[in-house]
C-alpha cells in the first residue's frame, strides 16, 4: 500500500461547489502538509499540521478549509473556490519536523483540481 | 521571502550523456537541503538529505555536493537513461517543517 494516497486523483468542480480533498498517510508520521502547484510556478506551501494541530498557515484564502482529525488524516475542504485556483494540490507527511528538521517529506500523487 | 532557483529550467539529453544542474539558494543558515524527483504522474521522491558544507551524496548514478558558503547544490546524473526523465526539485528546509522549493529542472532523456 502506498505510504501517502489521495483522493481523488482529479476533480472538476464549479465555482459555487463545496468538495473535499482527502490524504491518508500510513509510515507512522506526526506532520501533514498541503501544497499547491500552479501552472509554470513552484509547489507552494498552503498549511502544516504536527501532531494534529495547526502550525502553519501561508495566507490562504479563507476558501480552503483544512482538517486534521488525527496524524493519519488530512482534508481540505473547498467552498466558492475561483478560476484561479485549478491547480494540482500534493498532500505530504513527516516525522515531527520540530524534533527532526531535516527528514523529508513523503508526497502524494496529488488531486488535479480544474474550476470551472 | 526566501528564492530557491534552480537552473536550467529544462535539458534535453541523449542516453548515455551525463548531465548537472544546480540549485541555488541565498541563505546559509537552514536545516537542510533536500533533492526530489518527481516523474509524470507520481508523486515526488526524496534523493537526498544536504545538511553540511561539503556534503555529498550518491546513489547509484546519481550524486549531490552542496557549498553553503556560496549558496548552491549541484545535482549530477553520469550516463543518463530513459528513466531518469523527471523533474528534480529541491527544497530549502529554513525554518522547521517549511520548506521553499524551486521551479526545478525537467531532465528529458532519448534513448
Known amino acids: ?116 | 521571502i526566501l528564492n530557491v532557483e534552480q537552473s536550467p529550467q529544462s535539458l534535453h539529453v541523449q542516453e548515455g550523456d551525463s548531465t548537472n544542474f544546480t540549485c541555488s539558494f541565498p541563505s546559509s543558515n537552514f536545516y537542510a537541503l533536500h533533492w526530489y524527483r518527481w516523474e509524470t504522474a507520481k508523486s515526488p521522491e526524496a534523493l537526498f538529505v544536504m545538511t553540511l558544507n561539503g556534503d555529498e551524496k550518491k546513489k547509484g548514478r546519481i550524486s549531490a555536493t552542496l557549498n553553503t558558503k556560496e549558496g548552491y547544490s549541484y545535482l549530477y546524473i553520469k550516463g543518463s537513461q530513459p528513466e531518469d526523465s523527471a523533474t528534480y526539485l529541491c527544497a530549502l528546509v529554513a525554518n522547521a517543517g517549511k520548506s521553499t522549493f524551486g521551479d526545478g529542472t525537467t531532465l528529458t532523456v532519448k534513448p
Not at chain 1, 10 to 25: A, D, R
Not at chain 1, 32 to 37: A, G, I, P, T
Not at chain 1, 93 to 113: A, E, I, K
Open chain 1, 1 to 116: 500500500e502506498t505510504g501517502v494516497t489521495q483522493t481523488p486523483r482529479h476533480l472538476v468542480m464549479g465555482m459555487t461547489n463545496k468538495k473535499s480533498l482527502k490524504c491518508e498517510q500510513h509510515l507512522g508520521h506526526n506532520a501533514m502538509y498541503w501544497y499547491k502547484q500552479s501552472a509554470k510556478k513552484p509547489l507552494e506551501l498552503m498549511f502544516v499540521y504536527n501532531f494534529k494541530e495547526q502550525t502553519e498557515n501561508n495566507s490562504v484564502p479563507s476558501r480552503f478549509s483544512p482538517e486534521c482529525p488525527n496524524s493519519s488524516h488530512l482534508f481540505l475542504h473547498l467552498h466558492t473556490l475561483q478560476p484561479e485556483d485549478s491547480a494540482l494540490y500534493l498532500c505530504a507527511s513527516s516525522q515531527d519536523p520540530g524534533r527532526y528538521p531535516n527528514q523529508p517529506q513523503h508526497f502524494g500523487d496529488g488531486t488535479r483540481l480544474s474550476i470551472l
